[in-house]
T-cell receptor
């Protein structure tokens, strides 16, 4: 079955710096790769996603890149702000509503 | 439009007791999921249901059973609770097809003594 590895587990950056979180997946049939943000005590919420027919997607300060050959995808956050502090999860799935597997999470801390 | 609603929000059980976590969604989604979240372990899939009438095991199904009662409802049952099942449980749902965003409930915090 699908296995998703996420690194690093913790990341601390200064406000204004960039942050990069990387994930690898094992199932070559996966074609949908979302990223979720979870603030303390809250439910996870989708921040960006990418499908396998796209190599890169941007939404303001966040971007995701996908390398299907290498089976890895990354989240890039530029100009980080204290409110970006949260736990971020990557995930992989088919896009037919089947199994969706998450990585272990990255706790991002943005210091003012 | 309430989204995904799960109950109860908090529950304390003794080892060996049973309980059912209830989940309902009003977004007409085909797929529903149960995850557990433990510190440092991320979100681990317990069971999922890709459509009404079907259920499949996820990564950590042992000790749990599920029922997809209808398109709206997906329940998770612990038949004989163990301390290792102390966790936060999230129900989630998403539509079939390219727009596959997963919507989560608020979570249920379960403690097994």
């Amino acid at each position: 079955g699908e296995n998703v590895e996420q690194h690093p587990s913790t990341l601390s950056v200064q406000e204004g710096d960039s942050a990069v979180i990387k994930c690898t997946y094992s199932d070559s049939a996966s074609n949908y790769f979302p990223w979720y943000k979870q603030e303390l005590g809250k439910r996870p919420q989708l921040i960006i996603d990418i499908r396998s027919n796209v190599g890169e997607k941007k939404d303001q300060r966040i971007a995701v890149t996908l390398n299907k050959t290498a089976k890895h995808f990354s989240l890039h956050i530029t100009e980080t702000q204290p409110e970006d502090s949260a736990v971020y999860f990557c995930a992989a799935s088919d896009n037919q509503g089947g199994k969706l597997i998450f990585g272990q999470g990255t706790e991002l801390s943005v210091k003012p | 439009n309430a989204g995904v609603t799960q109950t109860p929000k908090f529950q304390v059980l003794k080892t060996g007791q049973s309980m059912t976590l209830q989940c309902a969604q009003d977004m007409n989604h085909n797929s529903m999921y149960w995850y557990r979240q433990d510190p440092g372990m991320g979100l681990r899939l317990i069971y999922y249901s890709a459509s009404e009438g079907t259920t499949d095991k996820g990564e950590v199904p042992n000790g749990y059973n599920v029922s997809r009662l209808n398109k709206r409802e997906f329940s998770l049952r612990l038949e004989s609770a163990a301390p290792s099942q102390t966790s936060v449980y999230f129900c989630a749902s998403r539509p079939t097809g390219p727009a596959g965003e997963l919507f989560f409930g608020e979570g249920s915090r379960l403690t097994v003594l």
